[in-house]
């Protein structure tokens, strides 16, 4: 549904009634393209400028309805446009729409919190540009050689020396300028009936007066081979850079092109083209392949209007030079202009780019921004869903087509060497160059009452209105079956988008604390030639083996179009087949120690858990990754039951011993902390865990009461540290499966003595909690929060198939997802604090310390205090 308010302001409806979230995306026509000489970094200071305040939300109040419902929004700044999102539980809608609409309406800008944005952004610009390694490659630096124009060659993070120089009268009419009603598109995507969203929308937008909406700035450059000197054959200009400790030289080289506003048909083939130059698809003369990636758009396709450009980088080899990358790609470009064109690379990359698209875009963060921009750059939000089918027409003639327009395409050339000393052009609109903000100044001062108004003077806080209704997700069909071998298999239909995604989900055993080099080798075996590299290839399918961050599981990744789900099946049961029938090779955890010791400082906690146990009562015997807990899912238009029967079919039938639950007894002692030296490490921390037993009609009560201690930001151990003179450092509280146990945890790292602070609150904090109820206020205010999150699982079909695995392999049903919000709210005070004495009473608390010998001791002193109280 599109229509547009009184004002101008553009409004799309998109509503997914079964969803129980909804995204609100704000979408204005202003962007780097839009700065003038002496605003170079405005548009970018100006978004984060927005989230600080307005009328009715001053000092930092947008984000309270966000941070209530475990929400998320954001903005970002490109070429043609600044968006700006949030994603929230349907109840949140107009939550949402009101604080869009009150800094679309009065946003208060003050010298204190243009300061805080310009430090901000300072740091931005730092850690993009500087500090990360080949940091603004290849945007911002590739425009500098592709355009020859200030529209739309300049670095769009600006200098931040002048920037430092923005006055709030800069911000003032920069508002004026840009950020009226008719220069924008609001978008709703998800949970929401179109009817009430209609009326939220004009209650709350309707009456922000009209401006002037600024003209679009004219494109000065043309998507064709300028006239000037080129340093070589087919090319534009060079950027030449330096940077120390990259691992080779980089290249970037930039076509220009018209935007999809010029020619569509085009502009899809031209996505082949890039496309068919992704991995090894450049070749040279010699036959030599590659390594490239290309793209349209430096921030991905149909994303800008024309001038667009098509972006082919790369890390060249050896000592290659830039020459030869280049020369590659021209020859690759060469041989598909004059007709040497597979159909079957054309018919490959086209599915692969339709299936990216969908699957890319079947999230509502996704989907709403995409809209919105779609709508403001080319007045077409439909294209988002007819670019796939769009895509299916290309032909290998189209994509000749193409090739021969880049040939006389303007290029450009961005080469970042390996050197001592970094070496960059300065920013656009450093200290020294024309300042045009005077002049700009001159010519807006008719316009400088209006912008004083734009900036809030004079107009008043709005009542904020009240939290709606939630909406609670129902599944088409869901179904799960448990194997013999222990892993579940869970099927939910989804009728979202034309691609199914599956996850597999197997623990690792203790190989994944003590083994890192072994689980290195695992997955590369899995990657192999013996397991996944034996599959036939299928095009839109595509299945990748990680770890999970925790190091504690197997993960297997798989998306395919419905039509061949069976091969994205069968490349996950080859892995579950792998590991049911233990043809892993030889997989120890010994001698693997030096390894470990540079894992992220949870996981040398979680291996020091485990030596602990191994040490304390003889060694616990290593536990080889199995089925048994394990989860697989399938999420997609299929039934359950259809999903299932594929499921059976494909899973191998006989499981072989291998697969079997491994025994393991608690690797801690009740009341005991293993200690594990860390000589001359700053860091120090804590472990402690308790065992869990399995139960259902608990789940709700200790889900609210490990969210209620560690688990959001209202908790209580939030609440404990967040006050002057508490120690610093960082505390996380989670339930999981341990090598195969149930456990609830805590873990905290600090620096030094302030270790054994963090531990003293958690004791008391653990304590605490056991023996006083949380208030009714208290209690309610996180079920709402941990409802509301979990709600988030919807918003994609991938990402309702990682929480299914998730909560699978923790042995819930599927319903659990639904089901488990509501009930929630049904918990009661003394519920919780039974639940606190199970999870983390002192008598099933252990666990381990890391640290150097000090740090060692004054943790077991605090924790030999507080058990001996707990004892007595």
Not at 356 to 375: W, Y
Not at 619 to 646: D, F, I, K, Q, Y
Not at 803 to 810: C, E, I, N, S, T
Request: with cysteine; proline share 7%.
């Amino acid at each position: 549904m599109r229509t547009v308010l009184p004002n101008g302001l553009r409004l799309l409806l998109a509503p997914a009634p079964e969803l129980p979230r909804v995204a609100v995306c704000v979408t204005y026509g202003v962007g780097f393209r839009s700065e003038r000489p002496g605003e170079e970094g405005l548009a970018h200071l100006f978004e984060h400028l927005m989230f600080r305040g307005s009328a009715s939300l001053p000092d930092g109040r947008f984000y309270e309805h966000v941070r209530r419902l475990g929400s998320e929004a954001n903005g970002t700044t490109h070429q043609d446009y600044t968006d700006y999102y949030q994603v929230v539980p349907s109840a949140g809608l107009e939550l949402a729409l009101f604080s869009e609409a009150d800094r679309m309406r009065a946003p208060r800008f003050t010298a204190r919190v243009l300061a805080e944005q310009l430090e901000g952004v300072e740091a931005e610009i730092r850690e993009r540009t500087v500090d990360r390694p080949l940091g603004g490659f290849p945007w911002p630096l590739l425009p500098q050689a592709l355009f020859s124009t200030h529209r739309d060659a300049h670095d769009g993070y600006g200098d931040p020396e002048r920037l430092k120089r923005t006055t709030l009268q800069d911000c003032a009419d920069f508002f004026d300028a840009h950020y009226s009603p008719g220069n924008a598109v609001l978008t709703l995507v998800g949970g929401f009936d179109p009817g009430e969203a209609l009326l939220l929308a004009e209650r709350h937008f309707g009456g922000i007066p009209p401006r002037p909406r600024p003209p679009r700035p004219e494109p000065a450059e043309r998507a064709e081979r300028a006239e000037r000197a080129e340093p070589a054959a087919g090319s534009g200009s060079v950027l030449t850079c330096a940077e120390p400790g990259i691992p080779g030289t980089a290249v970037a080289l930039g076509y220009q092109l018209p935007g999809p506003e010029k020619g569509l048909d085009r502009y899809l083939a031209t996505m082949v083209v890039a496309g068919m130059l992704s991995g090894g698809g450049a070749r040279d003369d010699a036959g030599r392949a590659w390594r490239t990636s290309g793209s349209c758009g430096f921030f991905g396709p149909f994303d800008a209007v024309s001038p667009d450009a098509l972006v082919v980088a790369g890390l060249l080899p050896g000592a290659a030079a830039p020459e030869e990358f280049t020369t590659a790609v021209r020859s690759s470009l060469a041989r598909w202009a004059d007709g040497d064109v597979s159909c079957e690379d054309v018919d490959a990359v086209r599915r692969r780019l339709r299936v990216e698209h969908v699957r890319s875009h079947s999230d509502l963060r996704a989907r709403g921004r995409a809209l919105g921009r779609l709508e403001l750059l080319y007045g077409r939000a439909e294209l988002l869903d007819e670019i796939p089918d769009r895509l299916a027409t290309v032909r290998a003639d189209d994509v000749a087509g193409a090739a021969r327009a880049l040939a006389t395409a303007r290029q450009g050339l961005l080469v970042i060497e390996p050197a001592p000393v970094r070496r960059r052009p300065a920013p656009s609109g450093a200290i020294g160059e024309p300042d045009g903000r005077r002049g700009l100044r001159a010519g807006r001062a008719a316009g400088r009452a209006a912008g004083r108004a734009a900036a809030g003077e004079g107009q008043g806080p709005l009542p904020v209105p009240a939290m709606g209704k939630f909406r609670h997700a129902v599944f088409r069909s869901a179904g799960d079956e448990l194997l013999p071998d222990g892993l579940r298999v869970v099927a939910v239909e989804d009728p979202r988008g034309t691609v199914a995604e599956v996850r597999l989900r197997v623990p690792l055993g203790s190989l994944g604390l003590t083994g890192p080099h072994a689980v290195r080798d695992l997955l590369g075996h899995l990657a192999g030639p013996a397991v996944l590299g034996a599959l036939p290839p299928a095009s839109g399918a595509a299945c990748v083996v990680r770890t999970s961050p925790d190091g504690q599981w197997l993960e297997a990744l798989a998306h395919a179009p419905h039509d061949e789900l069976e091969a994205g099946l069968a490349a996950v049961a080859t892995v579950v087949a792998a590991v049911a029938a233990d043809g892993l090779g030889p997989v120890t955890d010994a001698g693997d120690v030096a390894a470990a010791s540079g894992a992220e400082f949870g996981q040398l906690l979680e291996r020091a858990l485990w030596e602990g146990g191994r040490n304390q009562d003889g060694p616990n015997e290593a536990v080889r990754p199995g089925l048994h807990g394990g989860c697989l899912v399938v999420v997609g238009a299929l039934s359950a039951g259809a999903a299932l029967s594929l499921a059976r079919r494909l899973l191998p039938s006989s499981r072989a011993a291998g697969s079997a639950r491994a025994r393991t007894r608690m690797p801690w002692k009740t009341g005991e902390l293993a200690e594990t030296d860390q000589p001359g490490s700053a860091q120090a921390g804590f472990l402690l865990c308790s065992p869990e037993t399995a139960g259902a009609e608990e789940e709700a009560a200790r889900y609210l009461t490990t969210a209620l201690f560690g688990g959001y930001y209202g908790s209580r151990l939030a609440a404990a540290l967040g006050g002057p003179g508490t120690p610093a450092g960082e505390i996380l509280v989670g339930r999981d499966r341990f090598v195969g146990l149930r456990r609830a945890w805590v873990r905290g790292r600090a620096t030094g003595a302030e270790a054994a602070r963090l531990l003293d609150v958690v004791c008391r904090e653990t304590d605490r909690l056991a023996h006083e109820p949380p208030r009714a206020a208290e209690l309610a205010q996180a079920a709402e929060f941990c409802a509301a999150q979990m709600t988030s699982a919807f918003d994609s079909p991938g990402a309702l198939a990682d929480a299914l695995a998730r909560f699978g392999a923790l042995g819930w049903p599927p319903e659990s997802i639904t089901t488990l919000p509501g009930r929630l709210r049904t918990v009661t005070p003394q519920q919780v604090c039974e639940a606190a004495q199970r999870l983390f009473g002192h008598e099933s608390l252990g666990g381990a310390v890391l640290g150097d010998r000090t740090a060692r001791e004054e943790l077991n002193s605090v924790w030999a205090r507080w058990h001996r109280g707990w004892s007595a």
